[in-house]
């Protein structure tokens, strides 16, 4: 089943989103920007052409007898033509404010009073400044002081319009903002594509999660090849199948075990009570069925003991109560206990102990592990053979190494590597009938694998086995430990 993904909090739509935004954002500040160069540059052409004019009308006005005269040849075009351009903007007053010459142009910006008349002709430069008239026309005007023959001061001002370089800046505004109306809704639908190219493989991981059910886990997602964070996810997401895979697998092939070791002596219970039910007479009869059977409960009930402890301990119920623990005590211990299965099968059973052997372990585990491979050693040697066990400190780094040795019927190469495994069983002539559940080695590995420390095994058939174990002084903070059977079987 598919999940519709809210189209507005879809991460599609907050991508293209932001890069509109962003982009949206860009172009603004660029318009703003060349808007911005474009009117000073406009402004600036019109003040360099009022210097000018300035510098003209200093050259053909002249002021005579408190009069102003045009000194231009009035049969000169050129002449008349610069004049004309100079009486385009412009004022002449005397010091009180009593205009001399003045243009239409002039009075619809508004003549200056006489208090700014006498503050510009108190600067010592002439001042530049933008004025506009009644319609919002802007002009620039330079305002200062002209000079008579006689040295007496009047209010010169001369003016350019604005309003050419105001068009331009505002025309390119219009145009500018007018195409952002259509390039941004082009950049959304490129950056709606673009982010769907790139959601496009989350999208698909997304689907080949949902295909994943418990029995097509073998699924995965095929790399794109780009080694971005995307195929990242994938070789996680690959990874993971694969572990839940293995679980599963394990967890199938254990329930299958189970069942099948559950099965033969459940079968054989039947078949004693009905065999009893049918054909006992005496009651001698039936209570050797009885006999038979409880003893086939007992072999169930010791499975499904074993069985409850092994996925306690798998599961990381079983949690490790470590202690200090002096390893060659624990042997001494183990071994002792034994002397006496071992003297009943005229196996001889020896020790060599280095004192002083410390590591941080689970002591009622360690046992475990000692009285399991001790268990092994006796049942797979036959008479007159020995098992012997030796605890020292292992040279390579501060552990504590734990070796067993027998001189029993050996395990064949091709079945070292599963006898970890559990209902693991060397099927052979000599060893069938003492054979256990197969749990036994099993529960070793785990044993190792939780105290961080590593197992290893050599056997050679028909002359003995020698199990290796290494742990170390300190266990790793690795708990609880819930992998397979876990040891690192490292062959010796
Ligand atoms: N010291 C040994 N010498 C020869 N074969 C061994 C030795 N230890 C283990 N094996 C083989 O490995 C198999 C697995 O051992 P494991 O201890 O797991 O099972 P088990 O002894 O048969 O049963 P359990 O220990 O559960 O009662 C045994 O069945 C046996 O065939
Ligand atoms: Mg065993």
Redesign the pocket.
Known sequence: MRHPVNLLRGLRFRLTLSYLLLFSALLVVIGLYFRHSLQVQTEGDVRAVLEEVWGEAKGYLRIENERPIWTADPEDPEDSHIVERLRYVILLTDSSGNILIDSPNYESIGIDSLSEIRRIMALREPEVHVRSDAAGRPYIIKAGVMLDDHGKRYFFAIGRSLAESQRTVDLFTADYFLSLLAIIPLTGLLGWALAGRAIQPVNELAQAAQKITGSNLSLQIPLRGAGDELDHLIESFNRMTTRLEDSFEQIRRFSTDVSHELRTPLTAIRGQLEVALFTAKTPEQYHDAMVNALEDVEQLSSIVR?LLLLSQAESGQLVLQKTVLDLGQVAEDIVDQFQIPAEEKHVRLTARIEPGVVILADRTQIERLFS?LL???V??TPQAGTVHVRVRRDERQNWGRIEIE?T????PEENLPH?FDRF???RNAE?NLI????????FVAWIVKAHGGQIGVTSTVGAG?RFTIRLPAEAPATQPVNEDHGATVERL
């Open positions: 074993a399991n268990s092994n050693a049942k797979y027998d029993g019927v050996g395990i006898i693991y069983r060397v060893t054979q256990g559940l197969g749990l036994g080695l099993s086995t």
